[in-house]
T-cell receptor
Framework: KAGVTQTPRYLIKTRGQQVTLSCSPI?????VSWYQQTPGQGLQFLFE???????NKGNFPGRFSGRQFSNSRSEMNVSTLELGDSALYLC????????FGMGYGYTFGSGTRLTVV | SQQGEEDPQALSIQEGENATMNCSYK?????LQWYRQNSGRGLVHLIL?????REKHSGRLRVTLDTSKKSSSLLITASRAADTASYFC??????????FGAGTTVTVRA
């Protein structure tokens, strides 16, 4: 079956602009998470959605926001872009099956490479 | 901030050799996972080990977990050029998020 699809693959934006990234999870997966990856900070959690509800949010400024639609597709938005927002943005989906503590792996998309100039 | 640290930061080995990398974490966990990332692409889930497990195998991969030392190791046996990648450990999910280590970059020389 199709994997996690992220669009666009690459994006160049100017400081002050805003950007919207899209993520389509694996069919049937209801949990969608977003991560930011930079050389300096590594992989940082942005937020997680399940059935259109944000269940957790990472330590990022309010310029970073997201949402999930009824079909589980998710978007994240960054407003007033700064140079430091340049990063690889990764989306992950999960079926979240199993009892609490059993754990579950995530399937990641190929990411959106955002460059802010 | 990241949950833990990985050691070494980089590793260069000859094809056919084994590669071992370690991950230490700070807080108690339910699960620990290992992921591979090829050259700035997405992460690929390799293996998940639960806190009540000590060792797990998947093909050429062997993962150990020592909760008393808050550490885990990933062993790749008989490495191949295709194993060249960055490897990340991640604890969780806790509160629906994974906490990643800084990663180990593995280069397999032909």
């Amino acid at each position: 079956k199709a994997g996690v699809t992220q669009t666009p693959r690459y994006l160049i934006k100017t400081r002050g602009q805003q950007v919207t990234l899209s993520c389509s999870p694996i069919s049937g997966h209801r949990s969608v998470s977003w991560y930011q990856q930079t050389p300096g900070q590594g992989l940082q959690f942005l937020f997680e959605y399940f059935s259109e509800t944000q269940r957790n949010k990472g330590n990022f400024p309010g310029r970073f926001s997201g949402r999930q639609f009824s079909n589980s597709r998710s978007e994240m938005n960054v407003s007033t872009l700064e140079l430091g927002d340049s990063a690889l943005y990764l989306c992950a989906s999960s079926l979240e099956e199993g009892a609490f503590g059993m754990g579950y792996g995530y399937t990641f998309g190929s990411g959106t490479r955002l460059t802010v100039v | 901030s990241q949950q833990g640290e990985e050691d070494p930061q980089a590793l260069s080995i000859q094809e056919g050799e084994n590669a071992t990398m370690n991950c230490s974490y700070k807080t108690s966990i339910n699960n620990l996972q290992w992921y591979r990332q090829n050259s700035g692409r997405g992460l690929v889930h390799l293996i998940l080990i639960r806190s009540n497990e000590r060792e797990k195998h998947s093909g050429r991969l062997r993962v150990t977990l020592d909760t008393s030392k808050k550490s885990s190791s990933l062993l790749i046996t008989a490495s191949r050029a295709a194993d060249t990648a960055s490897y990340f450990c991640a604890t969780g999910p806790n509160d629906y998020k994974l906490s990643f280590g800084a990663g180990t970059t593995v280069t397999v020389r032909a």
